[in-house]
């Protein structure tokens, strides 16, 4: 089982905190009388109380970083390529969509609303504990249309213009399938970049989204795992918004690309 490390690093601020101040409360102050009392010098604190002190601030400013403000992720899979890569190391925006407790996931602050378009990082549906990152692309109350590989919001088709074939010498440290086409698409207010396998069998579909949740998809339309084969995302499971790239290495394949470094997510 994937351990939590949410949990886990609230957890070890809480210990490091309740240890940190039950010792400067109770017994520190036992051990000075002690040591005036038997004309001693100052003792010196415990192991434990020691580390705790000086573990306890640093790991409340990361708690604190990581679940308000930004928080690292790593991208395993290629289903937003050409947007995301193999390898990518991203910074996810967690104040974009409000402030939740960590570990409850629960919303304490509203702050914004996701709009079509956004890449977002979110809990898979069928297993919370998997994060996932895709394209925004429903909103609650939007009927979504996927036919012959061209997608429809409200009835209306999105606007698509071919860029060519995504060919090897596009991607560093992997490679498309051969027949890959490169489509730039407008959704919302800015232009995007996906990929269409020619070879690939089109899913023809719609969806009603409903209140309290939203429909995603992957940039890597026939390669992705998505809203399509498994539904929709609840509100309770958004994470984030993606804002950046800080760093891209492919550990099975020892490869990297540092131009990818401060690119921004669109």
């Given at each position: 089982m994937?351990?939590?490390f949410?949990l886990?690093?609230?957890?070890?601020t809480?210990?490091?905190?309740?240890?940190?101040l039950?010792d400067?409360w109770?017994?520190?102050?036992?051990?000075m009388?002690?040591a005036?009392?038997?004309?001693?010098?100052?003792?010196?604190d415990?192991?434990?109380?020691?580390?705790?002190?000086?573990?306890?601030?640093?790991?409340?400013?990361?708690?604190?970083?990581?679940?308000?403000l930004?928080?690292?992720?790593?991208?395993?899979?290629?289903?937003?390529?050409?947007?995301l890569?193999?390898?990518d190391?991203?910074?996810?925006?967690?104040?974009?969509?409000?402030?939740?407790?960590?570990?409850?996931?629960?919303?304490?602050?509203?702050?914004?609303?996701?709009e079509?378009?956004?890449?977002?990082?979110?809990?898979?549906?069928?297993?919370?504990?998997?994060?996932?990152?895709?394209?925004?692309?429903?909103?609650?109350?939007?009927t979504?249309?996927?036919?012959?590989?061209?997608?429809f919001?409200?009835?209306?088709?999105?606007?698509?213009?071919?860029q060519g074939?995504y060919?090897?010498s596009?991607?560093?440290?992997d490679?498309?399938?051969?027949?890959a086409m490169?489509?730039e698409?407008?959704?919302?207010?800015a232009n995007?970049?996906?990929?269409?396998?020619?070879?690939?069998?089109?899913?023809?579909?719609?969806?009603?989204?409903p209140e309290?949740h939203?429909?995603?998809?992957?940039?890597?339309?026939?390669?992705?795992?998505d809203s399509?084969?498994?539904?929709?995302?609840?509100?309770?499971?958004?994470?984030?918004?993606?804002?950046?790239?800080?760093?891209n290495f492919?550990?099975?394949?020892?490869?990297?690309?540092?131009?990818?470094?401060?690119?921004?997510?669109?």
């Amino acid at each position: 089982m994937k351990p939590d490390f949410s949990l886990l690093l609230v957890l070890l601020t809480g210990l490091t905190g309740v240890i940190w101040l039950f010792d400067s409360w109770l017994l520190r102050r036992r051990r000075m009388d002690r040591a005036v009392q038997k004309d001693l010098q100052r003792p010196r604190d415990p192991v434990l109380v020691e580390y705790s002190r000086s573990l306890f601030p640093i790991l409340l400013i990361v708690l604190l970083f990581r679940s308000f403000l930004f928080e690292p992720f790593k991208i395993p899979s290629g289903s937003m390529i050409p947007t995301l890569l193999i390898g990518d190391f991203i910074v996810v925006n967690k104040f974009a969509y409000g402030l939740r407790l960590p570990v409850l996931n629960r919303k304490v602050v509203s702050i914004g609303e996701p709009e079509r378009g956004d890449v977002v990082v979110f809990r898979y549906p069928v297993d919370p504990k998997v994060n996932f990152i895709k394209r925004m692309v429903g909103l609650p109350g939007d009927t979504i249309t996927y036919r012959d590989k061209q997608l429809f919001i409200n009835g209306e088709a999105l606007s698509t213009v071919a860029q060519g074939r995504y060919a090897s010498s596009d991607i560093k440290c992997d490679t498309p399938r051969a027949d890959a086409m490169l489509m730039e698409e407008k959704l919302g207010d800015a232009n995007h970049d996906i990929l269409i396998h020619e070879n690939s069998a089109g899913r023809n579909q719609q969806w009603v989204v409903p209140e309290g949740h939203y429909f995603v998809m992957g940039d890597n339309r026939d390669r992705s795992n998505d809203s399509r084969e498994w539904g929709f995302v609840p509100e309770s499971h958004l994470m984030g918004r993606a804002v950046g790239i800080w760093l891209n290495f492919d550990y099975k394949k020892g490869c990297g690309d540092l131009s990818r470094i401060g690119s921004g997510i669109h």
